[in-house]
């Protein structure tokens, strides 16, 4: 019946007292004091003159803004999953821990703050601003950090960085200058996206579109030479002030006689020159579009071609400037109310029109942005772009998933250059001079002393700063030292991976492959692994405004840390978005008590045995099944590691601790455990338990850190700290069939029949303790010997009254219910288990039911309207609803028809 089985021999054995584990697992008094261990004993420390292999993540910098929210928690949760498996897999593993400046968003806090006290910036000037500023930020980055350490984040503390610490800082500068010199970064008036709200122009990919209600009016220009007029349609009649032209197609046929002729411009009364340009659609209102160039980015391109003026007509507040005439001093709303008033008045408005149109938003504080045209700093990018594209063509970054190398490769293939200036303080001011006396621009890393053009001493550097994404963007290098050729920088450098949301790929990922191929020469990293956003349980986008946030902090309070990584965790997959809801969190914190009372059984059952102590055991055929189950989960979570599906990962682990180990392998063994001391079957059936408990440990350590940590420091184990245990690994996959397969399809005969018959048990509410028999009628005679062999275990895990009877044929037995398993069919004699008239009347009651459930659930995949606009994971659920019901209806009618025969 059993196999001998040599036990594992560990060199160095750190053997402990079993300790008594307390009933109830209680996060809040275990969490704290393993973190102070880990950190004491400086377990998170990366060697960079170890010869082990490296696996190397950069740390996404939050914010300096506030708190994390639940996507801070998903995108740490994932690296520390990645770092804690590498580490246990014998990799020198380093993450580096930082924080960014974030110069708009912080700002505009910093801003708000001083606000509430009835102070601006301009009140408090430059320099106390930026105290303030720095006040602000260490306040913001110890709350950041330590709600890192209670997540259980195991970063290199001794490594952490700051967008604006001294050496990035340096960094920037060197890269700055080192760009300028190569005239990769030059200054020029260009029409860039401003935010009034800011006070900043920002980039292209910071403007937030959104479809918004509004109106397209139709307004008359008058020719100037009294013939005629041409009808232009327009969504923002407060810029017409600044129009220098009118636009038509050169094939519309409709107005080649005004081409070349002039018209009125009706709220400032001068004349306007019409030019034919392709950029004019006809089907778009009338066909004919005013040209703004200093407020349209499309208009502004026309001016170019057409040697047309730019003028402004609003100043950087969003208010109208003195090239409006009299709507100076005006809101832009206030001008648009004003105009459309006159144009009415005065036979200019034709119609207005209801009209929804995309409108650029401020990505920070929501307000419409507003095209200006100013003089900015710029990067070269296509240039840049050409090797960071190769990099991803030739297969030396890899998206994860795959579906995101056409997304970065689109946008690189048309991306524009990108505007780095930002009229902000808080930030790293551009190290760019400008000499009072002549006017020379001297840009360098340090300031000058004088001009080096005509030596004057008074210089002026340049006010603005840099976007927050350019120091961003030298991260995975800037951080290990460079510019500096330091040992981490030589020993850590390139990265291993890079954990992101999909929603910051142009940001920052785009721009740190091009940077870091630019001034290291090598890809920064060898994969990028996009994640989706965190949403809530109805799939909406968690935010203040919809009051549907979730703070991870509430969740580690109430549940642990454990539960909430493994609820972010589980059911997630690369590069979409996934579910969170409080209900989640409390089935993660049901599993964590799972693994507490297993852990709890096992250890009692360990009292005055020590595993380490004996040579061999002798295995029971469950024992083997269990280790085979064990070695193929091993096997399958390194492998969806590898792939960097870990919420794969997590579900083989879930399954194979709550189902195979706790729901059948421990039930299966409770019998031997009441054996004797000494007896070989306990022995076996203690060794057993202890081998797969302390192995799960460690399979759930990098899930499941602090949980795992508590327990395997109160088992025997091998080490000082599971934080730094071997990481389990599955042997060759081809001697498996040779050791499990014979008992793996032992026990999966045993469980098919005691499934088999708890169903029916449960179909026919027959309560536990009421004595059943059961009758497995044996239609193929090589399955005699297994049914034989587990008929104690068939009865004792289907219920401790439950009696098994083999006989053969193949024969239906009527009067009985019935179920198929391999091998044969399982039966239920019905007489005396149940009251025929009862359960007739029970058993139609749950048909009709389930005939209503059906019908409406047949209606609704019967509609096209369903079908077409509903997400496709609720059709999908749907059609799983109707084929279940359809079953559930033919299992009752089944049913009805051996109550019959009774």
């Not at 029109?353 to 650029?360: A, I, L, M």
């Not at 020469?521 to 349980?537: I, K, M, N, Q, T």
Request: hydrophobic share 40%.
């Amino acid at each position: 019946m059993g196999t001998n089985f040599e036990v594992l021999h560990f060199s160095g054995v750190h053997l402990v007292a079993i300790t008594d584990i307390p009933k109830v697992y209680d996060a809040s008094q275990v969490e704290a004091g393993i973190y102070k261990k880990w950190l004491e004993n400086g377990y998170f420390k990366a060697d960079a003159g170890s010869k082990k292999p490296g696996f190397v993540i950069v740390m996404p910098p939050p914010n300096v803004t506030g708190n994390l929210h639940m996507g801070h928690a998903l995108d740490n949760t994932i690296q520390d999953v990645l770092i804690r498996w590498k580490r246990m897999s014998g990799y020198e593993a380093l993450w580096v821990p930082g924080t960014d400046h974030a110069s708009i968003a912080t700002q505009h806090k910093i801003e708000e703050k001083l606000a509430k006290e009835g102070i601006t910036r301009w009140d408090l000037g430059r320099e106390k601003f930026l105290e303030k500023a720095w006040e602000w930020k260490e306040r913001y980055e110890a709350n950041i950090l330590n709600q890192l350490k209670r997540l259980g984040a195991s970063c290199d503390w001794s490594r952490t960085r700051f967008t604006m610490d001294e050496g990035c800082s340096r960094a920037v500068l060197e890269v700055f200058t080192r760009l300028y010199k190569k005239g990769l970064i030059y200054r020029g008036q260009y029409i860039t996206n401003w935010c009034p709200e800011c006070n900043t122009v920002i980039s292209d990919i910071e403007v937030e579109y959104r479809e918004d209600a509004g109106k397209l009016y139709y307004v008359r220009y008058p020719a100037a030479d009294g013939d005629g007029y041409i009808v232009v349609a327009t969504t923002r009649p407060e810029t017409m002030p600044g129009d220098v032209a009118v636009a038509v197609h050169p094939q519309d046929e409709r107005y080649r006689r005004f081409v070349g002729r002039r018209v009125i411009l009706p709220p400032m009364g001068r004349e306007i020159p019409v030019i034919a340009d392709e950029y004019a659609d006809p089907n778009f209102g009338t066909g004919a579009v005013k040209v703004t160039p200093g407020h349209d980015p499309s208009d502004f391109e026309a001016g170019k071609r057409h040697g047309l003026p730019i003028v402004n007509v609003m100043d950087k507040n969003g208010r109208m400037n003195q090239n409006a005439g009299k709507y100076a001093g005006m809101t832009r709303d206030e001008c648009r109310a004003t105009i459309v008033k006159f144009l009415g008045e005065n036979g200019y408005l034709e119609k207005v029109e209801d009209y929804k149109h995309s409108v650029g938003h401020c990505y920070r504080c929501g307000s419409t942005v507003e095209p200006l045209v100013s003089e900015q700093w710029f990067v070269k990018m296509k240039p840049l772009a050409e090797p960071a594209i190769r990099a991803v063509k030739e297969g030396r970054i890899k998206f994860v998933p795959e579906r995101f190398d056409k997304i970065y490769l689109n946008w690189m293939e048309n991306i524009r250059d990108w505007c780095i200036s930002r009229q902000l303080w808080w930030g790293h001011r551009i190290p760019a001079w400008y000499c009072k006396d002549c006017g020379e621009m001297i840009v360098q890393t340090t300031a000058p002393e004088k001009c080096p053009g005509c030596g004057g001493v008074i210089l002026e550097q340049d006010p603005d700063v840099l976007d927050t994404w350019f120091s961003s963007a030298l991260w995975p290098f800037s951080t290990l030292g460079w510019p500096d050729d330091t040992e981490d920088l030589r020993r850590f450098y390139p990265t291993s991976v890079l954990v992101t949301g999909y929603d910051i790929i142009f940001f920052w990922v785009a721009r740190m492959i091009l940077m870091g191929i630019e001034f290291t020469g090598s890809e920064p990293f060898e994969h990028v692994l996009v994640h989706g956003l965190v949403r809530d349980a109805l799939g909406r986008k968690m935010s203040k405004s919809l009051g549907n946030g979730i703070d991870p902090l509430e969740v580690i309070d109430k549940y642990g840390a454990d539960a909430l990584r493994f609820s972010l965790i589980t059911g997630n997959t690369p590069g979409n978005d996934m579910r969170f809801s409080w209900e989640k969190a409390e089935g993660a914190r049901n599993f964590c008590n799972k693994i507490w009372n297993a852990a709890r059984f096992v250890a009692m059952n360990l009292e005055g045995f020590n595993p380490l102590d004996i040579d061999s055991v002798k295995l029971e055929v469950e024992d083997t099944w269990i280790e085979g189950r064990f070695e193929t989960v091993c096997r399958a979570v390194n492998a969806a590691m590898q792939r960097y599906e870990l919420g794969e990962a997590a579900r083989e682990l879930y399954d194979f601790f709550w189902g195979d180990f706790c729901d059948w392998y421990i039930e299966m063994v409770k019998p031997r455990l009441a054996l004797d001391e000494g007896n070989p079957s306990k022995i076996a059936a203690r060794y057993t338990l202890w081998r797969i408990i302390e192995g799960s440990m460690r399979l759930l350590h990098p899930f499941m850190p602090f949980i795992t940590e508590e327990i395997w420091g109160k088992l025997p184990h091998e080490g000082e700290a599971l934080i730094v245990a071997r990481y389990p690994v599955a042997p060759d996959v081809e001697k498996y069939e040779e050791l499990y397969g014979a008992v793996t399809r032992k026990i999966s005969s045993v469980q098919e029949v005691v499934r088999a018959i708890r169903n029916m048990r449960q179909e026919l509410n027959v309560q536990p303790g009421r004595e059943v028999q059961a009758i497995i009628r044996v239609a193929d005679p090589d399955y005699l010997p297994t049914f034989k062999e587990f008929r104690s275990m068939i009865e004792n895990l289907s219920d401790s009254k439950v009696q098994i009877q083999l006989i053969a044929g193949e024969a239906r037995m009527k009067k009985a219910l019935s179920s198929v398993v391999s091998g044969g069919t399982v039966y239920l004699p019905l007489e005396g288990l149940v009251d025929p008239a009862q359960e007739i009347a029970r058993v139609k009651k749950a048909r009709e039911e389930a005939l209503i459930d059906f019908e409406r659930s047949k209606q609704r995949l019967s509609n096209q309207g369903f079908l077409q606009k509903a997400p496709p994971e609720v059709v999908e659920k749907e059609r799983a609803n109707y084929a279940e019901l359809e079953a559930r209806i033919r299992r009752l009618d089944e049913r009805l028809g051996v109550l019959n025969e009774l």
